[in-house]
Every structure is written in structure tokens, then in C-alpha cells.
């Protein structure tokens, strides 16, 4: 029992002095330090007893710390703690997250570093709040891939659905083929307004949408006389004029149910 109280002291003891020295720019990142030698280097959260350290070819006199994981002295821009050559260096920049420079805007692959967004404006491309959306001053982006939209009337209704003056289109995370954009695509005509319900079905007019998965994503609808009024029982599952209960897009197997009581 001594005897592993004494190894698990020295362990304690062995991690609280492991010295990193300081932070390079603490407001910016915790995980660029100078050490007391004057050399720079990666230590993510400054966990080094799990993560490790990696050592950078770093000029630290003119090294400083752009965003929590970048970094650039006068002659490299670093992503953790590797050298992106492939930028240009001169007119690098970060803004709102995104790796830019005169160029092109780049998304960042965990394992290699910068990529180039094919066919971004770099000044002007920038991520929306809507999930995996992105636009610059000409088109729009899924999944970081161009559409082809109209760039001046589109709009994102909700999680599967978007529109512009010609078209409704849906949008799925399943499938995602950056050759083919199959995880977009133009489904019915624009021809009314189509309304986001929640986050999953969309009404045009007298009609419900909604996009099924199995086995592929497809575009399920449910039509009416007329739609007065739509209650959500959750995401996939409403009640239309307080009478006919669309789950997953389907009418709903079984007839006899108080839509009043039904959850």
C-alpha cells in the first residue's frame, strides 16, 4: 500500500512540474507557449501528459497568435503545430474563424490543415447560422460545395428546405458526394410560399413536405382541401386541422386516435 502511495505521489509530483513555459498570447490561445530557451511550441490545452508537445520551426521573435489553433511568424502560417505552405503568407488572415488570404478561404481538416473552398470569394465568404450553410457576395455553399441557386432571392426556410424565385430545393446530411451534390437538390417548382412548419416539414399552400430517409432521403408530401391549422407534436410528427396526424411524413397508421390527447 506504501509502496503505491509512493508511486502515485511521484507521478502527481512528475505532471505539476513539467514546465511549457508561457503562453505565447493567453487571450487568443492556450496552447502556444514560449519555453524558457525561446523556442516555440503546440501543446493543445496545455495537456501535455496526454496530448504531448510537438516542436515548431518557429521564428519566435516574430511569431504571434492569430485564433486558438493558428499561428504565423515572418515567414509561415501554422495550424497547430504544422507549416501551411500552401497559403499565401503576405496577405494571411483570420476572420471570424475562417483562414483567408487574397486568394482563397480556406476549412480546416483536422489531420492536414488548410483546404481551399472551391470557388469562394475569400473577402467576402463567411459561415451563416443555419447549419452547414455558407455564402459569399455570388452564390451560396452546402457543405462548403457551390450551388446553383439564385444567389439574389434565395433563402433557407428550415432544416431540409430552401428556396428562390424558381425553385424549392432539399438539402439532407446523409449523403453527402462532393461530385455530384446529391445532398442538394431542386425538388418542386416555385409556385406559392412555402412556410417552415418546424425545423423538418414545410407547407406550400395545402400541401406538407417532409423528407424520409429510408433508404434514401426522398420527398414525401400530404395534401389537403385546405390547411387551417397545424399543431407540432415534435419534429417529425403534426397534427393538421386538428384531425389527420402526419408522422414521418405518413399518415398516420392508425385511424382511431384522439388528436386532442395524442403525444
Known amino acids: 500500500m506504501k509502496k503505491h502511495l509512493l508511486i502515485l505521489i511521484g507521478i502527481i509530483i512528475f505532471i505539476s512540474c513539467r514546465d511549457l513555459g508561457k503562453l505565447v498570447d493567453e487571450k487568443k490561445s492556450d496552447s502556444y507557449f514560449i519555453t524558457a530557451d525561446g523556442q516555440i511550441i503546440y501543446c493543445q490545452d496545455g495537456n501535455w501528459f496526454e ?25 509561415y502560417v501554422f495550424f497547430r503545430s504544422a507549416q501551411q505552405k500552401n497559403v499565401d503568407r503576405n496577405s494571411f488572415y483570420v476572420e471570424n474563424d475562417i483562414p483567408k488570404d487574397r486568394y482563397h478561404a480556406y476549412y480546416i481538416d483536422e489531420s492536414l490543415g488548410f483546404n481551399i473552398i472551391k470557388g469562394a470569394d475569400a473577402e467576402t465568404f463567411e459561415y451563416l447560422k443555419e447549419n452547414n450553410w455558407s455564402r459569399d457576395k455570388d452564390h451560396y455553399f452546402y457543405n462548403l460545395n457551390r450551388v446553383n441557386v439564385d444567389r439574389q432571392t434565395f433563402k433557407i426556410i428550415n432544416k431540409s428546405f430552401s428556396e428562390d424565385k424558381d425553385s424549392v430545393y432539399m438539402t439532407t446530411d446523409i449523403y453527402i458526394d462532393t461530385t455530384t451534390n446529391e445532398d442538394f437538390k431542386a425538388v418542386l417548382p416555385n409556385i406559392g410560399n412555402p412556410q417552415a412548419i418546424n425545423n423538418v416539414y414545410m407547407q406550400n399552400q395545402a400541401t406538407v413536405y417532409y423528407i424520409s430517409y429510408n433508404p434514401r432521403p426522398k420527398l414525401l408530401s400530404q395534401s389537403f382541401h385546405s390547411i387551417d391549422k397545424i399543431k407540432i407534436i415534435s419534429d417529425d410528427i403534426i397534427c393538421v386541422n386538428n384531425k389527420t396526424i402526419i408522422s414521418y411524413g405518413k399518415k398516420f397508421a392508425y385511424a382511431n386516435v384522439d388528436v386532442n390527447t395524442f403525444t
Open 51 to 75: 496530448l504531448g508537445v510537438d516542436s515548431m520551426h518557429a521564428d519566435a521573435k516574430s511569431f504571434k497568435v492569430l485564433s486558438a489553433e493558428i499561428g504565423e511568424d515572418k515567414n
